[in-house]
């Protein structure tokens, strides 16, 4: 088309991606054409910066994205209605994610509980702890404290009446209290047990549930009180401190009796007339108390029951001072004992002939004879001693003696025969205790019981050394040669199997013998069978060995052609020539001819096995 001006152009309101804009191409100084939809492509790729331009963020397909914290300037005032509410009345708080969110009053501290905080000065649980755990707090009742009794409560109070235990309502017990009545002129209760005081008329109104009951002093309202005829009791009457029984009161029908002589009716059963009849007829002879049908010498004895009887007195009557002292009952030296006020000593009465004294004091005796006596007279003053021995002599004074007398004269000897020196002494048999030392060089016998210590140079008398017991023997040398055994001969053991540790058996010159075992099915070895035995398996099976144990060696070789397995304890692993098996995992052979294992403890929960061609198994 020919050159228009742009203002001559047809203005449209919309572009479609195919509609053509007009550009200058400064590089090239020339105008030229670019499609819409490339141009809002390469406004896409580019930044643009916008002056003065509203972005309407509401308009259909417009949005705004990737606006950072930098995008916003430090002096926008952004309002905070602008973001998105919270719940309304919780403290905000921000979230995992780092966003505001609000602190539900169920987990944190809502607005009321936050107030507070007001006026606290210090730090909360500091103040707490410091308070103790002994302070009450006036929003807690009294129950907080320690059980209180009535006087401890009474000594916290200032304006209390009267003392004691404190009361409740229900069934109080008040010892004498002072009650002050509702008081009112014209008082007129109907509550039953509701009890007022009319001031006008001096007298008691109490209401009985219906009405108003009125109580009022004799001497006051005299005139309106007149005796009942012939009034009916039942029940008991209360005479001074006595009551009455309805039965009582009837037994002295017809009676004038005072308040005192009434009181004597108390207790009574019956008519008293009639017991006082059944009481016999008799009288007294004079001052006399009839005995009829009684022996003579019985007294009257009361019963202590309001009753006497006629008793024989125990001991057959009075004893008279004209009488010896025979007409008592035999006596003891300790009962006489009792009845004596000034004796000397205790136990038995003493009379003069051939008494036993048990260390008396003797005084000063005016004379007597010491033939029989025993013992030793400390403070004794002899005389002159005719072929008598002082103790301030020696034996040597008295004649030979033997041994056989000393003895007789000894009481606690050891032993029978000759007294012993300590030079070149005999002895037959003794019994030697333990003594501190002694040379047994020439001694001979056999000591059975006897336990030797170091001994050296020991041969025995007839070439050989039996030891028997049921003791361990240990032989212990420092030499280089410890323990020498005879070049011929043989060295016997005892019956069954022997353990050696660390000795060397020179099979060159011994005879090792190994056991062996065939197997024709599965078996579970025990573990006696995996201490050096070989087995021998001749048909397909499984071999499952015990927990493993230190020492434990055994071979497991194939007689032809069978599959067999070698299992271990479930806790246990087996090393395969090096590698580690799983716990309780099993080793299987290839199933040919001549197959071999080798196992032995390789540590505290593990075998290991030697093979040819074995494989895991598995459990």
């Not at 809002?40 to 003065?52: G, I």
């Not at 219906?210 to 109580?215: A, E």
């Amino acid at each position: 088309m020919a050159d228009t001006k742009l203002s001559a152009l047809t203005a449209i309101t919309a572009l479609d991606d195919a509609d053509l804009l007009l550009t200058t191409d400064t590089s090239a100084v020339e105008s030229k054409k670019i499609t819409r939809a490339n141009f809002v492509t390469d406004m896409a790729q580019s930044t643009q910066t916008l002056t003065n331009k509203t972005f309407d963020a509401d308009g259909t397909g417009n949005s705004i994205t990737n606006i950072e914290n930098a995008d916003i300037k430090a002096a926008a005032g952004i309002a905070v209605n602008k973001l998105a509410a919270l719940t309304a009345s919780e403290l905000v708080l921000t979230d995992g994610s780092g966003f505001l969110a609000s602190a539900a009053v169920a987990t944190y501290p809502s607005l009321t509980e936050l107030t507070y905080l007001k006026g606290v000065t210090s730090a909360i649980q500091t103040q707490i702890d410091a308070k103790g755990a002994g302070d009450a707090l006036t929003s807690n009742g009294l129950d907080q404290f320690a059980a209180t009794t009535s006087l401890e409560l009474l000594g916290t109070i200032s304006d209390e009446t009267g003392t004691g235990s404190l009361v409740f309502g229900t069934s109080p017990t008040i010892a004498t209290p002072t009650l002050t009545l509702k008081q009112s002129t014209t008082p007129t209760p109907t509550a039953e047990g509701d009890i007022q005081w009319d001031t006008d008329n001096n007298q008691l109104a109490v209401g009985d549930g219906v009405g108003t009951k009125v109580f009022s002093d004799d001497s006051v309202n005299a005139s309106t009180y007149a005796p009942i005829a012939d009034p009916t009791f039942t029940g008991e009457i209360g005479i001074g401190a006595v009551n009455v029984s309805e039965t009582e009161l009837g037994i002295l029908e017809g009676a004038t009796l005072t308040t005192t002589e009434l009181n004597y009716v108390d207790g009574v059963t019956s008519a008293i007339q009639t017991q006082l009849d059944s009481k016999g007829t008799g009288t007294p002879e004079g001052t006399a108390i009839l005995s009829t049908g009684e022996t003579v010498g019985k007294v009257l004895q009361a019963d202590g029951d309001n009753t006497c009887s006629w008793i024989t007195l125990p001991g057959g009557g009075d004893a008279l001072v004209a009488n010896p002292l025979s007409q008592f009952a035999a006596t003891t030296s300790l009962q006489l004992l009792n009845t004596i006020s000034d004796e000397t000593g205790t136990g038995s009465l003493v009379f003069a002939t051939s008494p036993t004294l048990v260390t008396p004091l003797l005084g000063t005796p005016t004379s007597g004879v010491l033939t029989n006596c025993t013992g030793t007279a400390a403070g004794l003053t002899a005389g002159a001693v005719t072929n008598g021995v002082y103790t301030t002599d020696n034996l040597s004074v008295m004649a030979a003696t033997t041994s056989a007398q000393l003895a007789g004269v000894i009481s606690n000897e050891t032993g029978t025969g000759s007294l012993v020196f300590a030079t070149s002494p005999t002895l037959v048999t003794p019994l030697l205790g333990t003594p501190t030392s002694g040379v047994l060089t020439n001694c001979t016998g056999t000591a059975s019981g006897l336990t030797a210590g170091s001994v050296t140079g020991f041969t025995p008398a007839s070439g050989s050394l039996t030891l028997s017991g049921a003791d361990a023997v240990t032989i212990t040398t420092t030499a280089s040669t410890n323990v020498t055994l005879p070049t011929t001969g043989t060295v016997a053991t005892l019956a069954g199997t022997e353990t050696l540790t660390n000795k060397t058996i020179n099979a060159a010159t011994n005879t090792v013998e190994i056991n062996t075992q065939i197997h024709t099915t599965s078996d579970t070895l025990t573990a006696a069978e995996c201490y050096g035995k070989v087995h021998y398996v001749s048909s397909a099976a499984t071999l499952t060995l015990p927990a493993i144990a230190d020492g434990m060696h055994l071979t497991v070789i194939t007689i032809g052609a069978v599959a067999v397995s070698v299992d271990c304890n479930a806790s246990d692993k087996i090393y395969l020539d090096g590698t580690a098996l799983d716990d309780g995992d099993k080793i299987t052979n290839a199933s040919t001819a001549g197959d071999i294992a080798v196992l032995t403890y390789y540590s505290a929960d593990g075998w290991h096995a030697s093979t040819n061609t074995w494989t895991d198994g598995g459990a």
